[in-house]
């Protein structure tokens, strides 16, 4: 990740959270005090979302006085071996983003089809995306994998799995 | 006190007690031995699996992965030249020499019977000293639960890494999430937004799932590609007498330095064997073979760092105050639980109690027997594919979120906390203060309106009683220290 990348996300994060801190300070207006004290349930919030408020402006400052001062270009290594296959290449570049689509993915799929449905599609996928490709070895981690968590889980335990709205 | 430790033992060897123990700590050594995957990781896991037994049993199972993942960290430090957790990095120096020479098994001999004993030394030390510390404890009212609570916040300076104000930033966050929900003074839902999911705020398991597993399963995704160095074949499991003599002085000092790091708050099992290593080579009569592969320079970080596990849950089980990121999601286990941890957990729940600490001694035992014996089998651990293990933590967390409330919302919430666990990661802010935070906002928020209602909101309360008195002084002391600190490291 280029320094320019990690400020802009840092200023983004901060940013996002100072700014919940203020929803909060504005949603809690109608939260009253115990009459004739500072006490009640606005209190709490308002103290904890000021300082963090203060530390996330610090954090902002901080990071754009570091990503000024440096004055090289940064220069980014292509540390990823290209392998030929323009799908992979592509993949292994973006893996962690495709990773969190797929867990979005995944939780809908748990809406929808249940978890073992969700789970069969889900786990080939995430182990094509991590380069783990061999067809055979594949299919038997998918199919051991769901079974020994079935039964781990539901059976032995008796812990509920999500189930489908679909049927 | 020993009529209750026995009643623990009881209770450990008459339930399924003692087989859950036993396999934590064999998955415990699996996850330690592995690099990347952390016994904090595996306890945040198998909480939810915990609220499905008994609390005696499902706590000797989250007692057997700690103690487990801390002794398996040194398996790939000395096969692997990889630390599989940050305490295994001081046996590194001199374990990965050591099997470069050809003596692989001797140093995981050395690790396996140090890490016992040291283990053994910690937990007893445990059994006797924290019931002492609760006793005192227990006469705290709402005043000094405050300043408690604030103390335990405190500990964010420890655990915030290099930048103080991250750190502080982080722990805001997490007190800022523990304020949805109902107010435990008057009672009024905040920040709800008319559903149902938050009247009683963010539960606490996703949240912990999300920040310490499903975050490294998505560092897992981003480190996938790299590669680990060859494996060291490991050779003959066992160490002469002679070696033995000469290394037990080092194990017994450094249990007793591991306890002692262990219990001070906000320290933790790297610095605790990275202090037994600098006091064995002070002390040894060939200080010039350390680093090249010295048995006292394996023994003395491994006795220290598994001491240290059980120091750690001094103040934990006494106070209620994680001391690091291990004991906080043990705390947030006990919570889960439906326990307190404080000084009431020992007039509440004793039986409890004492079953935890019978685990921590027999855990050793477990330990010393599963290392010797069972060594080839943990090193073959290492040929593990990676992925596949990184695909079942995302599996994992998804159940484990879902399973204590059977809620689609807290799935959200955890990948939410997942994905905010894999930025701070990659920003180098540190995630154990959000946790704190979680844990501790509660306890400060309901204790401050207590006692200001009581006091008329009259804060010189607070300074008149000792034990609040002390408190301040120890917060003072502590945050001067810490900031002092900080700013000369920047300098």
Redesign the interface.
Known sequence: ?TTKQ?TI??VV??TL?IS??IG?FI??KD?RF?R??????RT??IL??S??SI??I??IS?ALKRFLSESEPEVIQDS?AKSGNRLHDCI?MY??QI??GL??I??LL??LIG?IFA?VI??PL??Y????RRLFQVIL?TVI?VAF?YIS?KVL??????EAILF | MIEYLLSGFGFLFTTMAAPALFGGVVLGIMLGVLPGLTATMGIALLIPLTYYVSPGIGLSMLIGIFAGGIYGGSVSAILLKTPGTPAAGATLLDGYPLSQSGHAGKAIAIATISSAIGGLIGALILSFLAPQIAKIAVRFGPTEYVLLGVYGLTMISYVSGKSLIKGLFAGCIGLLISTFGIDPITSVPRFTFGTLNLLTGFELLPILIGIFAMSQAIEGVRDSREISPPQVKLTNVGISIKEFIRILPHIVKSAFIGTFVGAVPGTGTDIAAFLSYGEAKRSSKHPEEFGKGSIEGVAAPEAGNNACVNGAMIPMFTLGIPGEAATAVILGGLMVLGLQPGPLLFADSPEVIYTVFASTITSNLFMIVLGLVGARFFAKVLSLPKSVIVAFIFVFSVLGAYSMRNSMFDILVMMAAGLLGYIFSLLDYPVPPVLLGVILGPLVESNLGRTLLVSGGDLTIFFRRPISIFFIIIIVLTIGSNVFKHYKSKK
């Open positions: 990740m990690k996300m840092e994060l901060n959270f919940i801190a909060m949603i809690s939260y115990v004739g004290t500072l006490l009640g349930s709490f919030p904890i979302g300082i963090m530390f996330g610090v954090n901080v990823e292994r893996r962690v990773a969190v867990m979005v995944y939780y748990l809406t978890f789970t889900f786990l995430i182990l995306v991590l380069e783990y981690v994998g968590l889980f335990l008796g812990v509920p799995l999500p």
